[in-house]
T-cell receptor, first 117, second 112 residues
Framework: GAVVSQHPSWVICKSGTSVKIECRSL??????MFWYRQFPKQSLMLMAT?????????EQGVEKDKFLINHASLTLSTLTVTSAHPEDSSFYIC?????????????FGPGTRLTVT | SQQGEEDPQALSIQEGENATMNCSYK?????LQWYRQNSGRGLVHLIL?????REKHSGRLRVTLDTSKKSSSLLITASRAADTASYFC????????????FGSGTRLQVQP
């Protein structure tokens, strides 16, 4: 149980285009999901907290108009990187927190590698 | 920085030796977790230790937690080449956001 999927697992796009990444909790409901970013040989940094039915909360320095987050259901959150640039190339990882856990448990997706050319 | 620090940044050992990684964090926590990440892959959860626990074992893993020093250590005994990976500690806060704050990570290389 407690499986989180991400799609796609990797994507290559051209500079200026937009890319959507999906994060799904497969066997549980998640009121809250988190989006992290990891640059090569670095640690994970929280980008935003996604709450079902409300606006996402972004960390300082993360542009909300560039990284659009939609959490329209209890099992799906999407991250759209708009007008992607090479510096957005990174490994994006989501995690989902079961509603039943009150936010105290998190399960991570396998990550999406984004390469912007 | 909100991140915790881990040391060493990199560690190279021979198979069969023990590997110890240390993590320091900055805020009061509910629990601390350790994750492994193979190059370019997702996270694998290793072990969780709660703030009221001081030591926990899981197979070849031993984790300690010292909340007075805001530090934790991960010991991998009898290491194997397959243990080669990056290891991260992650903490959640007692108050505020529930997202995890990750340490800077230790890159472990186990030579066969």
């Amino acid at each position: 149980g407690a499986v989180v999927s991400q799609h796609p697992s990797w994507v290559i796009c051209k500079s200026g285009t937009s890319v959507k990444i999906e994060c799904r909790s497969l066997d549980f409901q998640a009121t809250t999901m988190f989006w992290y970013r990891q640059f090569p040989k670095q640690s994970l940094m929280l980008m935003a907290t996604s709450n079902e039915g409300s606006k996402a909360t972004y960390e300082q320095g993360v542009e909300k108009d560039k990284f659009l987050i939609n959490h329209a259901s209890l099992t799906l959150s999407t991250l759209t990187v708009t007008s992607a640039h090479p510096e957005d190339s990174s490994f994006y990882i989501c995690s989902a927190s079961p509603t039943s856990s009150g936010g105290y448990e998190q399960y991570f997706g396998p990550g999406t590698r984004l390469t912007v050319t | 920085s909100q991140q915790g620090e881990e040391d060493p940044q990199a560690l190279s050992i021979q198979e069969g030796e023990n590997a110890t990684m240390n993590c320091s964090y900055k805020t009061s926590i509910n629990n601390l977790q350790w994750y492994r990440q193979n190059s370019g892959r997702g996270l694998v959860h290793l072990i969780l230790i709660r703030s009221n626990e001081r030591e926990k074992h899981s197979g070849r893993l031993r984790v300690t937690l010292d909340t007075s020093k805001k530090s934790s250590s991960l010991l991998i005994t009898a290491s194997r080449a397959a243990d080669t990976a990056s290891y991260f500690c992650a903490t959640d806060r007692v108050t505020g956001r529930r997202a995890l704050t990750f340490g800077s990570g230790t890159r472990l290389q186990v030579q066969p």
